[in-house]
């Protein structure tokens, strides 16, 4: 098993530009996260998904979309970037989310500059 | 609000030197208090998953505990292959599927 990958590792993009950030998991999990970690900050969830075709905001949506159309693969795209959107990017996943506290594994992350 | 506390923020260790970093919680219900490691520029690495008040697990050099409103881990004997970033997050009751992270504590151990 991989686990949870993610590409691209490193980007640098120019204030305006768009992109979409990859996640993958191979592990059959149904729950599926995007979190983003600020130096000095604790890691903040931007949207989640608990399946195929549903997602729902976190904490930090603003200036983010994903879309969910496989169990296995979960992007995040970023729309007119922004410097503020400057951040290291983690993708987790979980196999489900409720009743317990079940644990989440995290993807390699995406470290993201926006300039 | 639900928040989550780590203390200290760096710990300097010298080999050998056992301590504990603390993990306090505020939260209405807890489902699940969990403990991970990030060494730099990679994802955090999960370590332990506590559930309820006086619950233990061990893994090599650490162990993690918890009461209603604070986690331990303790490191025995640390050598230098322990430094790293711990975290702690919470899982609380009604929060849907929302983890709530703390900043982190960061540790180094020396020879």
């Known amino acids: 098993n991989a686990g949870v990958t993610q590409t691209p590792k490193f980007r640098i993009l120019k204030i305006g530009q768009s992109m979409t950030l990859q996640c993958a998991q191979d592990m059959n999990h149904n729950y599926m996260y995007w979190y983003r970690q600020d130096p000095g900050m604790g890691l903040k969830l931007i949207y989640y998904s608990v399946g195929a075709g549903i997602t729902d905001k976190g904490e930090v949506p603003n200036g983010y979309n994903v879309s969910r159309s496989t169990t296995e693969d979960f992007p995040l795209r970023l729309e007119l970037a922004a410097p503020s959107q400057t951040s290291v990017y983690f993708c987790a996943s979980s196999l489900y989310g409720s009743g317990g506290g079940d644990t989440q594994y995290f993807g390699p992350g995406t470290r993201l500059t926006v300039l | 609000e639900d928040q989550v506390t780590q203390s200290p923020e760096a710990l300097r260790l010298q080999e050998g030197e056992s301590s504990s970093l603390n993990c306090s919680y505020t939260?209405?219900?807890?489902?699940?208090l969990f403990w991970y490691r990030q060494d730099p520029g990679k994802g955090p690495e999960f370590l332990f998953t506590l559930y309820s008040a006086g619950e233990e697990k061990e893994k090599e050099r650490l162990k993690a505990t918890l009461t209603k409103k604070e986690s331990f881990l303790h490191i025995t004997a640390p050598k230098p292959e322990d430094s790293a970033t711990y975290l702690c997050a919470v899982h609380p009751l009604g929060a849907g599927t929302a983890l709530i992270f703390g900043k982190g504590t960061t540790l180094s151990v020396s020879s």
């Open positions: 939260v209405s219900g807890l489902r699940g």
